[in-house]
């Protein structure tokens, strides 16, 4: 089974500031990863996955994440973030191996953006 | 356009009623899936379904019950026995037989119990 670790709830952040998100995750076996992104009373929206190959993965609009074996990491960057980024962000896992198509999410990240 | 609807929005109910939650996906999607979302606890997965009249319980199944009578539909009951069935539920739809699991989300019907 898998855990996934956000660590923190709350991020408030200044418009053309840069933002973190970080995730870990704790797994006994090889994942996937992914990102999403929820607006306001809204349904989820994949921001971002790593699924192999370069550990550096980019959004369309900004957004990036780098998958890091040794530290159990998936962290999520934007060097400049608009009002529009306001949102929560969830990091979610699935076990690559078993592959039985069932996400683990963590608690989430609510980003909040001022200007 | 393909995606998932989910209905109504908002859905009051009293205390000691069974009330169903509609999810339709025209994605052509084989697997469905619900999860229930409170303030900063994220997704719990309810159930989940990987093809027609099949279905398996997630994390807290405790008090909800599914059908996948049609490969579009996933209908989900939230029973009397749910001692705290306020929250936000999320429907969510997936190909079955790729290599990772991309979940594609419906827009959510929030649920308040009265």
């Known amino acids: 089974a898998q855990s996934v670790t956000q660590l923190d709830s709350q991020v408030p952040v200044f418009e053309e500031a840069p933002v973190e998100l970080r995730c870990n995750y704790s797994s006994s076996v090889s994942v996937y990863l992914f990102w999403y992104v929820q607006y306001p009373n809204q349904g989820l929206q994949l921001l971002l996955k790593?699924?192999?190959?370069?550990?550096l993965v980019k959004s369309i609009n900004g957004f990036e994440a780098e998958f890091n074996k040794s530290q159990t990491s998936f962290h999520l960057r934007k060097p400049s973030v608009h009002i529009s980024d306001t949102a929560e962000y969830f990091c979610a896992v699935s076990d690559r191996i078993r592959n039985d198509y069932k996400l683990s999410f963590g608690a989430g990240t609510t980003v909040t953006v001022r200007a | 356009d393909g995606g998932i609807t989910q209905s109504p929005k908002y859905l009051f109910r009293k205390e000691g009623q069974n009330v169903t939650l509609s999810c339709e996906q025209n994605l052509n999607h084989d697997a469905m899936y619900w999860y229930r979302q409170d303030p900063g606890q994220g997704l719990r997965l309810i159930y989940y379904s990987q093809i027609v009249n099949d279905f398996q319980k997630g994390d807290i199944a405790e008090g909800y019950s599914v059908s996948r009578e049609k490969k579009e539909s996933f209908p989900l009951t939230v029973t009397s026995a749910q001692k705290n069935p306020t929250a936000f539920y999320l429907c969510?739809?997936?190909?079955?037989?790729?290599?990772?699991?991309?979940?594609?989300f419906g827009p959510g019907t929030r649920l308040t119990v009265l």
């Open positions: 969510a739809s997936s190909i079955v037989g790729e290599a990772y699991n991309e979940q594609f």
């Open positions: 790593y699924l192999s190959g370069s550990t």
